[in-house]
């Protein structure tokens, strides 16, 4: 079993960067495909990115790519997901997940606020 801690979420003004980090439990980690997902109030939980169990492969959503990217570190069990040129759109709670393969995430984190203002 995997439990992921995601931090780095906060308050930030429009145009500014945030770098979330998603901490994983457990000697498999370098095994799973990790992701991001985020769920704005009222709104259905929206993909982001994720990456292959190795890090070689990456996908990042439309509505963020060119801002967000996504990377893992397997020695510290730990993804991350940096965010630059932030809009109030981003405004969401952020999750990792954790799953034997890309798309089949099966280990969810609490989550993490990030707020945009204007």
């Known amino acids: 079993q995997v439990q992921l801690v995601e931090s780095g979420g906060g308050l930030v003004q429009a145009g500014g960067s945030l770098r979330l980090s998603c901490a994983a439990s457990?000697?498999?980690?370098?095994?799973?495909?990790m992701g991001w997902f985020r769920q704005a109030p009222g709104k259905e939980r929206e993909f982001v990115a994720d990456?292959?169990?190795?890090?070689?492969?990456?996908y990042i959503a439309d509505s963020v790519k060119g801002r967000f990217t996504i990377s893992r570190d397997n020695a510290k069990n730990t993804v991350y997901l940096q965010m630059n040129s932030l809009k109030p759109e981003d405004t969401a709670v952020y999750y990792c997940?954790?799953?034997?393969?890309?798309?089949?995430?099966?280990?969810w984190g609490q989550g993490t606020q990030v707020t945009v203002s204007s």
């Open positions: 997940a954790a799953g034997s393969s890309r798309g089949s995430y099966i280990y």
């Open positions: 457990g000697r498999t980690f370098s095994m799973y495909a």
């Open positions: 990456i292959s169990w190795s890090g070689g492969s990456t």
